[in-house]
Every structure is written in C-alpha cells, then in structure tokens.
C-alpha cells in the first residue's frame, strides 16, 4: 500500500521562499505520476504541479515561475520523496498541500480524480 507523509509548512513572510516535502513509500509501480495539490479554506482543491517517472514536469499557471517541483527515488524506486520548492510566495498561496499519486504516467497532469492515494496534508499560510 502507497502511503504518503507531507512536511515542511509553516508560516513565511510574503516574497519568501519555502520547500514541502511528501515522503512516499511502498510504491509498486514502475511507472507513476505524483504531484502537488493545494486547498485553501472555502475554495475546492487545486493542482499545483505533477511529475512523472520520467521527470517530465507540469506545474500550473499559479506557480509557473516560482514553483518547482522534483523528487529523489531511492535505488529499489520503492521509496521516494517529492518536494515542492515554492519562491516569492505571495498570501494567496496560504492553503493545505497535499502530495498525491497514481500508478500511471500516461498524461501525467493535474487531474484530481485521476490520483488514487493521498497524503494528509501540510500546511503553508503566507502572511502579508
């Protein structure tokens, strides 16, 4: 079973900078999509950037240019770890992100539905 555990919130000052980690194990898969999603209090959750086996990498109009998103997989490519380098941020960054996957890379992007395990959450608030 995928289990997924997100780190690395906090509060940071608008214009600063902050790195969300989202340590994955038990993947079975050789081939997956993993990406970060976000959700701020009364808003419906959001894809941010996705990544796949490959390392081709999506990341949404929100954060282009200031996110980036990358992941380290250990030797047996069951454990990985994705992060979310997240610079300039502004006050409407402030949400819960979440870290999710699917077993599949074909057109590896930021459809919700399409991710079958999920993370808990780690949150990131960005004050003015």
């Known amino acids: 079973q995928v289990h997924l555990v997100e780190s690395g919130g906090g509060s940071v000052q608008a214009g600063g900078s902050l790195r969300v980690s989202c340590a994955a194990s038990?993947?079975?898969?050789?081939?997956?999509?993993m990406a970060w999603f976000r959700q701020a209090p009364g808003k419906e959750r959001e894809g941010v950037a996705a990544?796949?086996?490959?390392?081709?990498?999506?990341?949404?109009?929100s954060g282009k240019g200031r996110f980036t998103i990358s992941k380290d997989v250990s030797r047996d490519g069951a454990n990985n770890t994705l992060y979310l380098q997240m610079n300039s941020l502004k006050p409407e960054d402030t949400a819960m992100y979440y870290c999710a996957l699917r077993g599949t890379v074909f057109k590896c992007g930021l459809q919700e539905g399409d991710f079958t395990f999920w993370g808990q959450g780690t949150q990131v608030a960005v004050a003015s």
């Open positions: 038990g993947i079975i898969y050789s081939r997956y999509c």
């Open positions: 990544i796949a086996t490959g390392g081709k990498t999506f990341v949404a109009d």
